[in-house]
């Protein structure tokens, strides 16, 4: 159930992302799922968390342009660095979780940038893709700790109706 | 835990190298995933036009109408009809265009609708609501009235993905209309193409029409790609630096044609 609810909003999140955010000069446009890795791996467990980064992941790259594992592969890593960042840090915190955000959009920008510097040699030169890459790390950054926000209301909101929803059920069967 | 640390990303960079060199074989999975989201993403941007035409159209003229009931009630009449009537025009003309274009053109081409974008900035791919049920195959040329769109690169059942022209991955065989001098046209990453290896002994000007030249196997002879918009030739090197303007603008596209000829006839250049 909390995993099906958690691929519901990592499915909102892709078709808000590739159709009304989508096109145009948009340089600034970061990827809402770097913060929703962020999210999985300070709020949720494994077992609801993974399948729905897998998903995400496969989703991602059948959508994208790109190489096909690449967004599979950077949630991953991003959801495994943040699991081993909390272990030593208060991910309550928000300075931590926007240290994260920030760290997490950087590094997939920097990848997928990487990627198309290595596959594609006409893009040109390296230095052409920092603005973009600094854009939408500074967006990512500003932006992400509220999408976090956002998602931990979300999460509180759906986990009291689904208690209710039990404990509604529990005492009507006492009767 | 370092050393399984870096074997990971040496295998996760290995099998990322090999995904991306035999992209085909995993070819099944992103159908698949197109087959589910697609229909979706198609859902959402028709709902959202329709919400965004009721807003303009109805909400909005309501509530400026608050303020003078009257006059605005025949400022919102006039206002939606002339609306109405405008948003009618304009879309005849596009589909008048798009209809001469479908009709003088000697290609079977069926229209299609961009339901999707690519989620990254940094590659240009659209989805399309037509897939093999219609006809469509990887390698179908997509044109529009301005000028080549891009190439199928991935079809399921009903919906397609295109790599669009300006993609730093497209390649078209091309001419430059007046001089027939010949080169590649490339995508950049942004709204312009390279037009590479031109040698610097032809003469190429700012403003001449680039047409595809047929060679490539993919887009028909004459297609439009756009107008030469900077030529610098340097000192050194035997081929001039081009850049071309594509005609068409990516940001805005809603209809777009495809190709489905297997064998492609020259389609008449018009300056």
New interface residues.
Partial sequence: MRTLFLFIIC?LL??F????L??????W?Y?LMGPYAVYLAIRQRHEHAVPVIVLGG?????????????YL?IYL?MYAGVRQVIKYFHAENILIVMILIFLCVSFESAA??F??LV??P???PAERLLP?VGK?VFWGTVTGPFLLFLLVRCDRLAHSMEKRHFTDRYVLGKR | MVGIVIALVMMNILLLTLTGKYSASLGGLGRGTMVIISPLQESLTVFVQSVKLIWYQYFFLVSTAEENRELKKMLAESRLRFSQYDEARIANARLRQLLDFEETTPLPMIAAQVVGKDPSHWSKTLILDKGTVHGVHHGFPVVVPDGIVGMVIDASGHFSKILLLTDPNSAVDALVQKTRVRGIVKGSGKNICTFDYALRKFDVDVGDVVVSSGLDGVFPKGLKVGRISDVTRMDAGIFQHIEVAPDVDFDILEEVFIVTASSLPEFSETP
Wanted: glycine share 18%; no cysteine.
């Fill in positions: 499915l892709i078709l992302q590739t159709t009304l989508a096109g145009g000069d948009r340089t446009l990827d496969i989703i991602m790259d059948g959508l994208s342009g790109g190489i096909f594992g690449m592969s890593w997928i940038a990627s198309v596959l594609t006409v893009i040109g973009i939408q």
